[in-house]
């Protein structure tokens, strides 16, 4: 072949360079698998949102960054993927200063996991929530393809970081090992976090009344009134939510008591039912006091106002908590329903009702219970609740830690005993009467299958399910809408669009230095044989000639 080549392009005529079937190879080995090159996911912002001019959540969207692992990332040029529960408190915090970004896979079940890592999450929730974060962080449902990616991307430094291993590798190992692992592009699509223009709180609101009155602010109606409250919660640390207790808990008790309205002999119910909670600063009542205090004396004058948060849980403690601002006053209808409370309460497992008394501190600009905005207005009200604590983290967890069963069984029993405590104070029947007592009985008795319907009601926002509920049991049903004032707003929402993440396998950073090395030598080897190409062709022509006359 070499004799009969006039020259160094005759080489290359006549057929596939040669050279191909050494570098075809070694591409194809160092490449990536092209199948798993490239992965879609579904994934939600962390929720961001403004109160009182504070900043709250995730600020930012955009992501097209190296995926490393909770304990190999170093610098902003970093996107950390991660499981929620393998992530602290202390981990968050350094990820939030430094890293470039935060991917986080929820757990696949969260009744599943033991007491300890719900603790854990829920405390991690809590601290996510109560800062603004800088950087970009996306959460997934639980995928197991992408629970696989994290295993993959972590698995090298669990393996390295294993104290008991009786050999390290050598060091050409690990630069080895370094050149051929496959790492990965984290790129997010879609995502956006743009100021919300349309903000807007719903405020729903309906009467249970023995007469018809013409409208809620009819000045001739002097019956004494009761006012129950609870809250939706519509986003906590993303935009979704599994479930809403206390609305499910006060739905049901409007169910209940519409059978009786007909027969309630003194009083009229008012039920409200607000879209922002917690996280917003109850900023729908808020707006409801303002607007309905003044035009309606007799709201002002309420025997008392009663707040559902929290009242869904099944704890070890078996309490019911009533937080009050100021302790009621001996002869006050409040304190004659705490003590009903109380009585009632012992007829259903021996549930324990236990005053809490929390003074309204005015210089904090967050407030620490719904029935406060009431008290600042001084109205009496309190709230029931399962929790001692207002910062306890259980208040604005999207988790349910129970199984829905267990769900059922503990908001049957709050509601049986928050129904049956209100209707006693209402119709004046002795709680002491044990269950000859009892009101909720029979074809009225209290059953799982009333409450569960309620317990995944959306926003009216999504849907009008809420305000067709209100206008199937009460009466003089209103919707109104608490927007953000355009120069001071006490509250802003933003875009919170569900995006997609792709996680593409790319070669590490090290490996394009490695193939840098590898052309450059390359190069060089090509330059010296076509330098060097007379000696290079006598050699291989000696070297024929001899094996030609052996032969």
């Keep these: 072949m070499f004799e009969e080549a006039d020259n160094f392009a005759d080489l290359f005529r006549g057929g596939l360079p040669y050279y191909l079937l050494i570098t075809l190879p070694i591409l194809i080995i160092c490449s990536s698998n092209p199948v798993l090159a490239a992965s879609e996911f579904s994934v939600q912002r962390m929720s961001q949102y403004d109160v009182h001019g504070v900043a709250y959540g995730c600020r930012a969207s955009a992501l097209n960054l190296e995926a490393k692992s909770l304990y190999t990332w170093q610098t902003s040029r970093h996107c950390v993927l991660t499981r929620l529960q393998d992530m602290t408190i202390d981990h968050f915090r350094e990820i939030r200063a430094k890293a470039g970004g935060l991917v986080v896979l929820l757990p696949k079940d969260t009744t599943a996991l033991s007491l300890e890592d719900k603790q854990h999450i829920h405390l991690l929730e809590q601290a996510m929530m109560v800062q603004d974060v800088p950087i970009p962080v996306y959460l997934s449902k639980y995928d197991p393809k992408l629970d696989g990616i994290i295993d993959e991307v972590t698995r090298t430094t669990v393996r390295s970081s294993k104290q008991s291993a009786p050999k390290r590798d050598s060091a050409f190992s690990e630069i080895f090992g370094s050149i051929s ?128 948060d929290t009242i869904g849980k099944l704890l070890a403690n078996e309490n019911i908590f009533m937080h009050v601002s100021k302790p009621p006053k001996e002869g006050t209808s409040m304190n004659a329903f705490y003590k009903t409370l109380r009585v009632v309460a012992q007829r259903y497992g021996n549930v324990t009702v236990e005053g809490v008394h929390k003074k309204i501190n005015l210089a904090d600009t967050l407030l620490a219970w719904e029935h406060e905005r009431f008290s600042m207005k001084r109205m009496p009200a309190f709230t029931l609740s399962n929790v001692k604590n207002h910062k306890d983290p259980m208040r604005n967890t999207i988790f349910d830690d129970d199984t829905i069963e267990e769900q059922l069984d503990a908001l049957e029993r709050n509601v049986k005993i928050i129904a049956e405590a209100l209707a006693s104070h209402i119709y004046n029947v002795p709680a002491e009467d044990g269950a000859a007592g009892e009101i909720f009985t029979g074809s009225m008795a209290i059953s799982r299958d009333q409450i569960k319907p309620w317990l995944h009601i959306r926003s009216t926002l999504q849907n009008n399910d809420l305000k067709y509920a209100f206008e199937k049991y009460l009466r003089n049903v209103k919707v109104s809408y608490e927007k953000p004032d355009a120069r001071e707003p006490d509250f802003m929402l933003y875009d919170d669009r569900e995006a997609l993440l792709n996680i593409y396998n790319v070669k590490p950073a090290v490996f394009d230095l490695f193939l840098t090395f590898m052309i450059a030598a390359y190069l060089t080897m090509v330059y010296f044989a076509i330098f060097h190409f007379p000696r290079l062709y006598g050699f291989v022509c000696r070297m024929t000639v001899v094996k030609t006359k052996v032969n």
């Design 181 to 308: 692992a496959n790492g990965y592009q984290v790129v997010v699509s879609g995502a956006s976090h743009a100021v919300n223009k349309q903000s807007k709180i719903p405020i729903i609101q309906g009467e249970l009344a023995p007469t018809k009155p013409g409208t809620l602010l009819d000045r001739d109606n002097k019956l004494p009134l009761i006012i129950v409250t609870a809250h939706l919660d519509t986003f906590g640390l993303t935009n979704t939510r599994q479930s809403n207790v206390d609305v499910a808990v006060l739905m049901t008790l409007v169910e209940l008591f519409s059978k009786l309205h007909a027969s309630i002999p003194k009083y009229r119910l008012i039920f409200l039912a607000s879209e922002s909670g917690l996280l917003l600063n109850f900023q729908g009542m808020k707006k409801w006091l303002d607007s309905n205090l003044d035009e309606n004396v007799q709201i002002q004058h309420a025997e008392f106002v009663v707040c559902l």
